[in-house]
């Protein structure tokens, strides 16, 4: 996968210490043909951007009182407790040193502390082209987008010159496996099913075979929807993991764990559960176009340093975007 171009620069001081502010300037660039990230995540703005705006602008001086309203905003702005409670640590400091001496001071503060929660897990997903095929396992709890986040993987990586196929594992509903087909059908890949009630494990399998005689460079291999608390459930997806490296040892060469970002703070829940079961080496976070609050990003960020590879903002095939850390944030928090 080639990466894309730098979206936005980043100047910052080396060696920050605990309550010293960055230097930090977010610059977007706009790619053509496409809706800034601004306009997508509206409403994520509006519930931290806005408000941490008009917090700061309602005061003269800062007080307790307003930085306990500023915690108070993040944290119902899903950015997680233990997120909220360093951002917090680290901005009382920079007050008590003088860093920080006026409420207007804090928005930059704030955002260069977020950007330092998500910088690390800006890692677009590449595909090794000498492992074919590159094996990528979709997991994650029902309605979150896999199978809809399958069809625009597999329509970027044809766009980038890479071969596909797609592996309907998700053999508990039916509608899954014709939604797949249909993707397929859309793209121009083929697609390895089997009838409902299947063994999952079986259809992949083949479907690595397949792919393996084909010289296919990216299989994609849906797999059904469960909650993370299903133990029975889980289980089965370890087993087509291990199926999986009977083909090729290191398979699967990506897990992809799809999380709906309207499901807030349970979203690290999720995560925290498929990465104990199967290690979760990316994540794609869906609908955060909708009503969602773009704080569960920081979340997961900061407590697992898994890997967000893309972020979906619409229904199109390139609304399903690679993370970039600093766009994300200057499209939240702008500072014009």
Known sequence: ?????????????????????????????????????????????????????????????????????????????????????EIMDNLRTAVDNGSIKEPQSLLPAVQAELYELIESSEQFLAVDTSQKPFVILMVGINGAGKTTTIGKLAQRFKQEGLSVMLAAGDTFRAAAVEQLKAWGAHNDVPVVAQGTGADSAAVIFDAMESAKARNVDVLIADTAGRLHTQTNLMDELKKVRRVMGRVDENAPHEVMLVVDAGTGTNALSQAQHFNEAVGVTGITITKLDGTARGGMLFAIAHELGIPIRFIGVGESAKDLRPFDAGTFINAILPLD
Not at 20 to 35: C, F, N
């Open 1 to 85: 996968m080639v990466k894309p171009h730098p979206m936005f620069r980043i100047f910052r001081k080396k060696n920050k210490q605990p309550g010293e502010l960055q230097d930090v300037q977010l610059r977007p660039v706009e790619q053509s043909g496409v809706d800034p990230l601004e306009k997508r995540l509206e409403d994520s703005r509006r519930t931290i951007g806005r408000r941490l705006k008009d917090l700061v602008s309602s005061h003269s001086d800062i007080n307790e009182d307003l930085l306990e309203e500023l915690e108070t905003t993040l944290l119902t702005a899903d950015v997680g407790v233990k997120a909220s409670l």
